[in-house]
């Protein structure tokens, strides 16, 4: 049986949802004020009327409820459901006023690739574009990987207690460090912050003996650190990260790649010197085979390509597995060398590579270790099962903050998440290949879409068929907030505007 | 007349016997379609493939065909124009790179000697156009000095265009509604604060 949801109920999400709203204006100050001091004053006026349009919205969403209250599991769904969509209308503001989009859907596509950490961009001229736009694209990137709603939770913006802990689960994370979610929350802000500022002087140091100047080392630092450590992708250049020519910096974007992949909340048990939780965790280690299991794979594959050279090989075909493997998305490579210089057993590892990604409660996306673990221990009790004697129970045990035991109901939900991202991967491909463009790129860029990597073989490019780009840009939410969260708002909406009294709907009672 | 004709013999026999001699060709594919990656430049390769050694071939090409990855044109000498863009990254030894791009948001790394960046005047960015650079140099689409990297290594540079400060105007509409929309949102704020005061000390009352 489904509630429909009350007005009283909207009132309460449009509230919050004014807040999420206030906070993309506030985060858009910081930028104007960058434009400002860099002289960029078309885009700071850009920035002005897009922080005015923001704020005004939401205050105006704000005033739906002044009354102090708290929230419910399902407005939490939905609120959580509709920010990504919402804050990506107003991010793309600046971005589609900027002249760098052929049109607003563009702008709002680099948008929600910005938020959902995936990086794919359709930016016309990548190279002319305002370092205050370039910094806004990084500030989406860390945003949305830290997460919308953990950065309102360690603001105190969603109070405490079951409300909190509520939207932190529709945010498809998992794991607390400390007691109270508000205070897991505020680690995780600190903990990006201080790998942020760690990242970013680590990246200047390349730059700078590359000839950059302090102000270039720190803007191209930050924002090659906040892309590479919320396993973003996107650059201030149309070159990406090859624009750079350094493979130290290629090297500490890897790095901060890996950090972002890991699950925060082990962050916090390394912090206290539980290291037995960290190298125990059932997602460490599923990423540890998983990662050594690809990189002997295209060691393998890469075999008759033209990069069989053991530098060309490290520092292009390596990096680009790691890349899919970490959610960063950042490449060494042209599309055409992908395609026609790796061979397809190559590219096949890359694809590969992309689908499982980073754990749960990180800034990656993907179908995460944990669920691949999860099954991988399932299909092991099976085998047991079989071969076990007829009185016999075996039971499997995984590692996360404590032994637990491997429920059928979390196997169950473990698959269902799985075969929803195959079959997004599936859809997108099909709708790919339906617009015309050849199946292996077509499968690529929908699976480094609804995974949130950011490779690309260049079908996500300036000009793609609006068809694809909505199909896309639903990829990158769904793989983002894991399904559910979408579910949830997309069947709330539907009850709301269509009821039905066959269909059971029930007015909430309050 | 028998003496000519038997010395015009000779000289055709002997042309035939010697090795062709070195010259220069020069092929333009800066007007072509780039088309799909499979299909496109099979003149070209027939004509790599039928070339003498010796002959020095130089290809008139656009980065767009560069970046899309040419195995035609691969340890070619290729002659293109290109804008600087960012900066002039030191690459050690008395080399530089310098990274430039066209119009339709295609670039490629280009390898060079400090003296040949000398003619990068200005890097294009966000308020200034690049200089604009005409390049002649070996292109690798897997380059071994560089690990695999695609990139011009080049022979000859010179300066086409200095480039300079780009002018961007400010929407003096857009300025005026900024600001208002920002007082109104204020303006909301402020009624929020209030409405919150009141409706707390309604509920303490």
């Known amino acids: 049986m489904i509630y429909r949801l009350h007005i009283h109920d909207w009132r309460v999400i449009a509230h919050y949802l004014g807040i999420l709203i206030m906070l993309v204006a506030v985060a858009m100050v910081f930028c104007f004020v960058v434009a400002l001091a860099l002289g960029e004053y078309k885009t700071a006026v850009d920035f002005l009327l897009s922080i005015g349009i923001s704020a005004t919205v939401g205050a105006a969403l704000i005033l739906f409820r002044y009354e102090h209250g708290s929230l419910d599991w399902r407005q939490s769904l939905i609120i959580t459901g509709l920010c990504w969509v919402i804050l990506s209308l107003f991010g793309a503001l600046p971005l589609s006023m900027s002249g760098q989009y052929a049109n607003y859907l563009d702008a709002m596509f680099d948008t929600v690739s910005a938020f959902t950490t995936t990086g794919m961009s359709l930016a016309l001229d990548t190279d002319h574009m305002a370092l205050s736009l370039a910094l806004w694209r990084a500030i989406m990137h860390l945003i949305g990987g830290i997460g919308v709603v953990v950065i309102a939770l360690a603001l105190g913006i969603f109070g405490t207690g079951a409300a909190a802990a509520s939207l932190y689960r529709a945010e498809a994370r998992s794991g607390q460090v400390m007691p109270e979610i508000r205070q897991t929350s505020r680690f995780i802000l600190r903990l990006a912050a201080v790998i942020v500022v760690v990242g970013t002087i680590a990246c ?225 491909a099909i709708v790919g290949v339906a617009c015309g463009y050849n199946a292996l790129p077509a499968i690529f860029d929908s699976v480094s879409a609804a995974s949130n990597t950011g490779l690309s073989l260049g079908v996500a490019s300036a000009g793609m068929p609006r068809v694809l780009e909505v199909t896309f840009m639903l990829e990158m939410w769904l793989g983002r907030l894991e399904f559910v969260a979408i579910f949830a708002m997309i069947v709330e909406l539907f009850a709301f505007v269509v009821p039905s009294k066959r269909m059971r709907w029930r007015t909430k009672k309050k | 007349m028998a003496v000519l004709l038997v010395i015009l013999c000779a000289l055709g026999l002997a042309s035939c016997l010697l090795p062709a001699s070195a010259h220069a060709i020069t092929i333009d594919t800066s007007d072509d379609d780039i088309g799909t990656l499979a299909d496109r430049f099979s003149t070209l390769d027939d004509l790599s493939n039928s070339k003498n050694s010796d002959d020095e071939v130089v290809v008139n090409t656009r980065i767009a065909v560069l970046a899309s990855v040419n195995r035609a044109l691969d340890k070619t000498e290729v002659r293109f124009t290109g804008e600087a863009v960012g900066e002039v990254i030191d690459a050690g030894a008395g080399y530089k790179w310098v990274n430039v791009c066209d119009n339709g948001g295609n670039s490629i790394g280009v390898y060079m000697t400090d003296e040949q960046a000398e003619h990068v005047v200005n890097c294009g960015d966000y308020k200034t156009t690049g200089t604009v650079l005409d390049i002649t140099g070996a292109y690798y689409i897997s380059c071994d000095a560089h690990q695999g990297a695609l990139d011009v290594h080049a022979s000859q540079v010179s300066l086409v265009d200095a480039g300079g400060a780009t002018t961007h105007e400010v929407d003096l509409g857009r300025l005026v509604a900024g600001v208002v929309l920002c007082a109104v949102a204020l303006a909301l704020v402020a009624v929020f604060v209030v409405l919150r005061a009141r409706s707390g000390r309604r509920g303490k009352s």
């Not at chain 1, 630092?221 to 973003?232: K, L, N, Q």
């Not at chain 1, 350094?246 to 890996?258: G, R, T």
């Not at chain 1, 992908?338 to 499982?356: D, P, Q, R, T």
């Open chain 1, 204 to 428: 200047m140091i390349p730059l700078f003996l590359n000839g950059f100047s302090v102000r270039s080392a720190l803007v191209n630092g930050f924002i090659v650190t906040a892309s590479a450590f919320s396993t973003g992708g996107m650059s201030t250049h149309s070159m990406g990260l090859m624009y750079y020519h350094s493979w130290p910096l290629e090297v500490i974007a890897l790095v901060l790649a890996m950090l972002g992949c890991i699950n925060f909340v082990l962050y916090g048990d390394l912090w206290r010197g539980r290291t037995k939780n960290f190298f125990k965790d059932i997602e460490v280690r599923t990423l540890v085979v998983w990662v050594t299991a690809l990189v002997v794979l295209i060691a393998l594959a890469i075999k008759g390509s033209y990069f069989e050279d053991l530098g060309a090989m490290l520092r292009r075909t390596l990096f680009e597995t790691l890349s899919g493997a970490f959610n960063l998305g950042f490449s060494t490579m042209y599309t055409g060398q992908i395609l026609y210089g790796m061979g397809s057993g190559a590219l096949f590892v890359i694809i590969l590579s992309m689908i499982i990604c980073g754990s749960s409660s990180s800034a990656s996306g993907g179908i995460k270790a944990f669920r691949v673990g999860i099954v991988a221990r399932s299909i092991a009790q099976t085998i047991r099962e079989v071969l076990a004697p007829d009185r016999a129970r075996p039971r499997t045990f995984y590692y996360q903050q404590g032994k637990k035991l491997v429920t059928p109901e979390l196997v169950s939900s473990s698959m269902i998440i799985l075969l929803l991202y195959v079959v997004t991967y599936v859809v997108g």
